[in-house]
T-cell receptor
Framework: GENVEQHPSTLSVQEGDSAVIKCTYS??????FPWYKQELGKRPQLIID?????GEKKDQRIAVTLNKTAKHFSLHITETQPEDSAVYFC???????????FGKGTKLSVIP | SAVISQKPSRDICQRGTSLTIQCQVD?????MFWYRQQPGQSLTLIAT?????????ESGFVIDKFPISRPNLTFSTLTVSNMSPEDSSIYLC??????????FGPGTRLLVL
């Protein structure tokens, strides 16, 4: 089955700096890659996603890039703010499947 | 996206008992899923809840321990049976739309004493 590795497990940045979280996946047939943000005590919330036919997608301060050849995708957050502090999970869905496989998560702390 | 809710939001249970968690979506959805999130950990898929047929369980999860019902396209239940302290966790349901995106319910925090 699919295996998703996520790095780093924790990340601290100064407010205003950028944060980058990286994930790799094992199934070359995987074609959908969402990112979720989970604040303490809350549900995971979809913040951005990308499909295998696209290399990059942006939404305001958040961007995701996908390298299909290397089987990795990354989340980029620019101009970080304290409210960006949360745990971020990457995930992947294999072709013909609706089952999400999650990475282990990255705890992002934005220091004011 | 549709509104998804879960009941109860939290519970404290005695070992050996069972708890049924309900998940309701405010519109018909094709796919519904149940996840477990242990404290400080990632999400692990328990099963896919199939309408009109038996749930599809992931490796390590069995129907006797986690029976699931899906009587219609808006509702599903997960029962955690014969609970032990190791079952203390957050249980989340989600639904998938036609574009494979999944949206999560608020979760049920379970503590087993």
């Amino acid at each position: 089955g699919e295996n998703v590795e996520q790095h780093p497990s924790t990340l601290s940045v100064q407010e205003g700096d950028s944060a980058v979280i990286k994930c790799t996946y094992s199934d070359s047939a995987s074609n959908y890659f969402p990112w979720y943000k989970q604040e303490l005590g809350k549900r995971p919330q979809l913040i951005i996603d990308i499909r295998s036919n696209v290399g990059e997608k942006k939404d305001q301060r958040i961007a995701v890039t996908l390298n299909k050849t290397a089987k990795h995708f990354s989340l980029h957050i620019t101009e970080t703010q304290p409210e960006d502090s949360a745990v971020y999970f990457c995930a992947a869905i294999g072709a013909g499947s609706y089952q999400l496989t999650f990475g282990k998560g990255t705890k992002l702390s934005v220091i004011p | 996206s549709a509104v998804i809710s879960q009941k109860p939001s939290r519970d404290i249970c005695q070992r050996g008992t069972s708890l049924t968690i309900q998940c309701q979506v405010d519109s018909q959805v094709t796919m519904m899923f149940w996840y477990r999130q242990q404290p400080g950990q990632s999400l692990t898929l328990i099963a896919t809840a199939n309408q009109g047929s038996e749930a599809t369980y992931e490796s390590g999860f069995v129907i006797d321990k986690f029976p699931i019902s899906r009587p219609n396209l808006t509702f599903s239940t997960l029962t955690v049976s014969n609970m032990s302290p190791e079952d203390s966790s957050i249980y989340l349901c989600s639904y998938g739309d036609y574009q494979e995106t999944q949206y999560f319910g608020p979760g049920t925090r379970l503590l087993v004493l």
